[in-house]
């Protein structure tokens, strides 16, 4: 079986190269087309092109796709025309667009026929101005009919790669003054009945975790994090902001702004740098080594941090100097945040209730009524300010006292902002988000497990480079950099991905994200296309059914699962870090004890008699109904997942490159092509020649794939490790991993 590459292109005389442009369309639903080309050589030569269906004549080997610039690409250079002898030539390379090997079975070894690139029209002439032949072609064969001329490039072309060019010669009659031909590559491929095509349907920014946020105006907004990540947001989105003119990696913990070019962003270890709308610069008086935690600034010559111990420090405009701390309050204090209405009224929180207050000139504390750590303050006006801080604390100061508020949340309360006394949002643990009318607080329904750690009108950040986004309610933006640890999909249309504390569904032109567990890791996914009905295993021993539209979570006192698999919607199976394996009945969960000291990390199977589990060590085990059983792997490196495509079908891949097969009889090593760590496994049928069609996915954004005699690299876009990989068909699959990447391998 070969692969046809239909690509259509008009060469003019006098130096022409080749007009085709590419053609944006989706890479799984693209009908075949060709484009069909009019030149005016002569008087102000000129190219109109339009695009054109092909009918496809009786072809049995190979498959049609038709979309230059998206599987090959034809380049011309070198164009000449002498118009004593007639001959037009060019010089012509095929360069591979595709994730296999073009003119190979096998990746390493040149096919006979290597790529040919077969005339299927043409070259052909308007009425009347004379002959036109091609005067060297390679050969002449049946391709879409007989009598078709080609050149072979006879050197295999890799993924991304491009062949040596070849020189094309036409003879050309005098009155020639344009021609036309159309083009179609053939080429064997080492798997070409599976897919061809990465396309990412989903990639984060940074997985950093963002840990503060200030924001200048709706078109202005900063987020800061852990090792140097700066990330703004102008209107379009968030970019991430490389800042220059320091050196050092800190864990930024907060920024803010007198004006729009005038920032401080402060860090643990005392690290101070500022931004002037153009370049970086760190402090020039690095006071404390101490851990720095808020910002705050009147103007651009009065810029007040706080942090551990009681640090308060005043910026200026020239100078960083130490603030003496007020009387009656210990100096082990922690302070966690700060606020000011102006120069005169300004409020800083921290451990144990503290609140302390500056006037101006000296700092003073103020009776909070709380003894919870507070870990923000803001407010709309000196006589309107708030508080909030550990297990959902939340106070109020009305000008002249502190009063605690009725909070709608027991979590950990750990960010504060909004756009006015009567639009306020407080953001914390598990995804909590609380908002405030000007008349009470109310809980909104979680989309997210993630600790959120910043907000302001609209926004809010935390963990894993989550980036939330409010417009009626709120939503985890794909620009998050969450991790994909498991993806079940039921059709191109459904596809599911497991994260931290959330599941995000993927209808083929949106993505959301549905709130799953509390600061709980889903490691395994499962499903029955039912319903759907779907089983998320959790890390920290929480197993999430998704039934009838919604999640149900349930605590089965497990330590932590890493897999799931079920047989059917009433005989599902978890599986962790403990060794114990959970069957759910339909109804309740049941520990089976069956694997103690033994950390299991897949879980995969044909039947309720018939189950794998991969685990540490190199073991693996099976399940034939009644017992698990150990089977000798010949390894004693990690085993992280098993997939099949039958019971004569099974695979196992883990650290080092490791990957094992068992063809229903014995089990035995595979050679992988890679040494990192693979995470994930999935096996399909093979479509057409090929005995195997299996995927392992891994570090270093490493996809490889198995046609049965061998396992070549599947090069991808990304350098993130990848953890997971699963399919609906030989020509579906998908692949996720870290920083939120998902690709979507099709033809």
Not at 46 to 71: F, M, Q
Not at 168 to 177: A, E, H, R, T
Not at 414 to 438: E, F
Request: contains cysteine; charged residues 5%; hydrophobic residues 35%.
């Amino acid at each position: 079986m070969r692969l046809a590459v239909a690509v259509p292109f008009l060469v003019v005389a006098c130096g022409a190269t080749d007009p085709s442009a590419p053609i944006p369309r989706s890479p799984a639903r693209a009908p075949a087309a060709v484009l069909r080309c009019v030149a005016k050589v002569r008087n102000r030569p000129s190219v109109t092109c339009s695009r054109a269906p092909i009918t496809r004549r009786n072809l049995r080997a190979d498959v049609i796709v038709g979309r230059k610039n998206y599987d090959v690409t034809l380049n011309f250079s070198g164009v000449t025309f002498t118009s004593g002898t007639g001959v037009f030539s060019a010089g012509v390379s095929v360069t591979n667009l595709m994730n296999q090997a073009l003119g190979t079975t096998d990746g390493t070894t040149s096919s006979a026929s290597g790529t040919r690139v077969f005339f299927t029209s043409g070259p052909s002439l308007a009425a009347g101005q004379g002959i036109i032949t091609l005067s060297n072609p390679d050969g002449v064969g049946t391709f879409t009919a007989s009598g078709q001329p080609y050149f072979q490039y006879a050197t295999l072309i890799q993924p991304s790669a491009t062949s040596s060019a070849r020189t094309w010669n036409f003879q050309l009659g005098d009155s020639v003054n344009a021609f036309a031909f159309t083009l179609e590559v053939d080429a064997p491929m080492p798997a070409e009945g599976s897919i061809r095509h990465w396309t990412t349907i989903r990639q984060g920014l940074q997985s950093n975790a963002l840990t503060g946020m200030w924001q200048d105006t709706p078109s202005d907004i900063w987020a800061v994090g852990v090792s140097n990540t700066f990330l703004r947001n102008t209107g379009s989105g968030w970019a991430i902001v490389t800042p220059t003119g320091y050196t050092g990696s800190f864990d930024f913990q907060a920024i803010f702004g007198a004006s729009s070019t005038d920032y401080w962003a402060v860090a643990n270890g005392g690290h101070m740098v500022h931004y002037n709308g153009t370049t970086w610069a760190s402090s020039t008086s690095l006071l404390t080594t101490r851990n720095l935690h808020s910002v705050w600034g009147s103007s651009t010559t009065n810029y007040i941090t706080v942090g551990d111990s009681l640090t308060i420090d005043q910026y200026n405009g020239l100078l960083w100097t130490p603030m003496v701390p007020p009387l009656g309050v210990a100096t082990a204090t922690d302070l966690r945040g700060i606020w000011g209405n102006d120069g005169t009224h300004i409020f800083a929180v921290g451990d144990n209730g503290t609140v302390i207050f500056y006037n101006g000139l000296v700092w003073a504390a103020q009776t909070s009524n709380t003894t919870q750590n507070l870990l923000a303050v803001w407010g709309t006006s000196a006589t309107n300010v708030y508080a909030v801080g550990a297990n959902g604390v939340i106070i109020r100061y009305n000008g002249t006292a502190w009063t605690t508020m009725t909070s709608p949340t027991a979590n950990n309360l750990n960010a504060l902002g909004g756009s006015g006394a009567s639009d306020i949002w407080a953001v914390g643990d598990a995804g909590t988000t609380v908002h405030y009318n000007g008349t009470s607080w109310s809980a909104s329904t979680s989309v997210t497990g993630i600790s959120l750690t910043g907000v302001v009108s609209g926004y809010a950040v935390g963990a894993y480079g989550a980036l939330m986004t409010y417009s009626s309610g709120w939503t985890l933006s794909n620009q998050s950099g969450v991790p994909v640890n498991a993806i079940w999909a039921d059709s191109p249309t459904d596809v599911w991905v497991a994260s931290y504390g959330t599941v995000l569904h993927y209808d083929g032109t949106n993505w959301t994200s549905t709130y799953v567990g509390a600061k709980e890791m889903t490691y395994g996914l499962w499903g029955f296309t039912s319903g759907p009905t779907l089983y998320a295993a959790g890390g920290s021993g929480t197993m999430s059914i998704y039934s009838g539209g919604s999640w149900a979570a349930t605590s089965t006192a497990q330590p932590g699962y890493r897999a799931t698999w079920g047989s059917a919607a009433s005989n599902v199976y978890a599986a962790g870090t403990s060794g114990d394996i959970t069957q759910y009945n339909g109804s309740s969960w049941t520990n089976q004890s069956a694997l103690t000291t033994v950390s299991v990390f897949g879980l995969w199977g044909t039947s309720a008699t018939n189950i794998y589990a991969a685990a540490d060590s190199g073991r693996l085990f099976q399940y034939n109904g009644t017992s698990w059983n150990a089977i000798t792997t010949g390894t004693t490196q990690a085993l992280n997942a098993v997939s099949g495509s039958s019971a004569t079908d099974v695979w196992v891949a883990g650290a080092s490159g490791t990957m094992l097969h068992y063809n229903g009889s014995s089990w035995s090593s595979a050679t992988s092509g890679t040494s990192v760590a693979l995470h994930g496994v999935w096996a399909d049928t093979p479509p057409g020649s090929y005995t195997a069609d299996v995927y392992a996915v891994g570090d270093n954004g490493t996809v490889q794939h198995g046609n049965g005699s061998v396992i070549l690299t599947m090069p991808t876009t990304v350098t993130s490790p990848l953890r997971t990989v699963f399919g609906t068909s030989s020509t579906n699959v998908y692949v996720g991993g870290d920083v939120g990447v998902v690709l979507w391998g099709t033809q």
